[in-house]
């Protein structure tokens, strides 16, 4: 009998006056996306406006109504929004016994481990989880801490936490030394390949805007290209023939998402500096879906902390095939904001193969240059 998926409750807080580019409605319906491809079933969903942030995430009453509702809903599973402090999901699972709480940078985690494939992949994923409970390991015994030594503080309780610190920073260099390895052999094998003196262009882009199967129509390669969130978190490069009978390597790269877990961006360093070594930057925005420019604006900030901001790039306007047969592309205030974003711009559809001509021309013409 197959296991029944966890009953999930959504909260997303938003903090008034804060400079947030996503919608609160926006970026709640995102994290519903990444709750049901984890395998979860959303139950409910609640959000609140706070003019400060608190130490349990939500306010007082707010926080007396999420009891009530797992206990009416049958709730496995809290998932918050936003990457929670380790006090602020001490003190929620204080104040919902029984409850499972977890927050946005959790859930990525856990389905970047899902879906890791090779064993550099899984690497870089386990380093990202124990940074990220490191700190949260602590926060579990700080009602240990509090009291301040003396009777019932001494013993098991204090060293089991040392041993946990220990053990987490020792896989932590574990895992970093092996990292490490890695890159430096990532290293010399893209020597290799700028010694073949082939041009290396790099597909960057939002989670799930099509660039696996960009790749795939590109190169007729069999990629993994599926409909759903983080679908490629290992480096695929593939020879690409050009009209002029030369060839380009083509990388496919790790998607990015807004809220991006800075310890993902850490442990995946050595799966991003494919795009570092790139000639070209091919940036593949999905035109179809309504939060494309903020989608565009994630891209552009995890690419401006990698120093990339300045790399050549073309905008690979994808799945142009879903966009409605009357639409005006240049009467449409949003998509023009979204050019503008780019030098030089193509619309295109992976799936279909429309466009994917002129972008080969493109691409030849930019990397000729």
């Known amino acids: 009998m197959a296991a029944q998926p966890e009953r999930v409750m959504l909260v997303g807080v938003h903090i008034k006056g804060s400079r947030a580019r996503w919608k609160p409605k926006d970026s709640i319906a995102e994290l519903q996306e990444l709750a049901s491809g984890a395998g979860a079933k959303v139950v409910d969903i609640v959000s609140q406006q706070l003019t400060k942030p608190t130490q349990t995430y939500v306010g007082k009453g707010k926080l007396e109504s999420l009891l009530e509702i797992v206990k009416a809903k049958k709730i496995d599973t809290v998932i918050c929004d936003d990457e929670l402090k380790p006090t602020q999901q001490l003190n929620l699972e204080n104040a919902l016994p029984g409850t499972k709480v977890i927050d946005r940078t959790a859930l990525i985690l856990d389905i970047f481990a899902s879906r890791a494939q ?220 979204l050019m503008d974003q780019f030098e030089q711009t193509v619309f295109c559809s992976a799936e279909t193969g429309f466009g994917i001509g002129e972008l080969i021309n493109t691409i030849e013409i930019k990397i000729a240059n």
């Not at 946990?164 to 290799?192: G, M, P, T, V, W």
């Not at 099509?210 to 007729?220: I, M, P, R, W």
């Not at 991006?260 to 070209?280: G, I, K, M, Q, W």
């Not at 790399?311 to 240049?330: Q, T, V």
Request: hydrophobic share 35%.
């Open 118 to 337: 090779t064993h550099e992949g899984r690497l870089q994923v386990d380093l990202a989880q124990h940074e990220y409970l490191l700190p949260r390991l602590a926060g579990q015994w700080t009602h240990l801490e509090r009291l301040g030594g003396g009777i019932g503080t001494r013993g098991p309780g204090e060293s089991q936490i040392e041993t946990d610190r220990r053990l987490a920073r020792n896989r932590i260099s574990k895992l970093k030394k092996d990292i490490e390895k890695i890159r430096e052999h990532r290293q010399r094998y893209r020597q290799r390949r700028k010694r073949s003196e082939l041009p290396i262009v790099s597909l960057v882009g939002y989670t799930n805007a099509g660039k696996s199967t960009l790749l795939n129509t590109l190169a007729s390669s069999g990629v993994i290209a599926e409909n759903k969130l983080f679908s490629t978190l290992d480096p695929v490069t593939r020879r690409i023939p050009l009209k002029n009978g030369k060839e380009m390597l083509l990388t496919d790269t790790v998607g990015f998402i807004q809220k991006l877990p800075t310890s993902l961006v850490a442990a995946f360093r050595a799966t991003l500096e494919e795009a570092e070594e790139a000639d070209l930057l091919i940036h593949v925005s999905d035109i179809s879906h309504p939060n494309r420019y903020e989608h565009c604006h994630a891209v552009n900030e995890v690419l401006d902390n990698l120093g990339l901001s300045t790399k050549p790039k073309i905008g690979a306007l994808n799945k142009i095939d879903l966009l409605p047969k009357e639409y005006k592309a240049y009467e449409d205030p949003s998509l023009l904001k």
